[in-house]
Nanobody, 123 residues
Framework: VQLQAFGGGLVETGGSLRLSCALS????????VGWFRQAPGKEREFVGV????????RYADSVKGRFTISRDNPKNTAYLQMNSLKPEDTAIYYC?????????????????WGQGTEVTVSS
């Protein structure tokens, strides 16, 4: 299983970005997909997670109401739509996958990781 996250960039405060996470090597539907981020000097933190069916999601309190996770299983791709971005959202964003359908938030519980894409929000 290989994951690739892309779509990061530089955006102004209040702007939007959509990140994508493409999975190759396996069928996409069996995998729960999580999004995490890591800011300079900080630990990797949970952003959101979506089950394989897309029926359930969970978000970190810091992004609830601003970020939305979705997935298109026929396209083997998951998305993180980020609106109303703030400077504190600046980080490298990672997508991860696990084969068990539970809404986990701990990075250590995810088996596969993409390389990360950088998001910078200017003030």
């Amino acid at each position: 299983v290989q994951l690739q996250a892309f779509g990061g960039g530089l955006v102004e405060t209040g702007g939007s970005l959509r990140l994508s996470c493409a999975l190759s090597g396996r069928l996409f539907t069996p995998y729960t997909v999580g999004w995490f981020r890591q800011a300079p000097g900080k630990e990797r933190e949970f952003v959101g997670v979506i089950l394989g069916s897309g029926s359930s999601r969970r978000y970190a309190d810091s992004v609830k109401g601003r970020f939305t996770i979705s997935r298109d299983n026929p396209k083997n791709t998951a998305y993180l739509q980020m609106n109303s971005l703030k400077p504190e959202d600046t980080a490298i964003y990672y997508c991860a996958a696990r084969s068990i359908w539970t809404l986990e938030t701990q990075p250590r519980l995810f088996d596969y990781w993409g390389q990360g894409t950088e998001v910078t929000v200017s003030s």
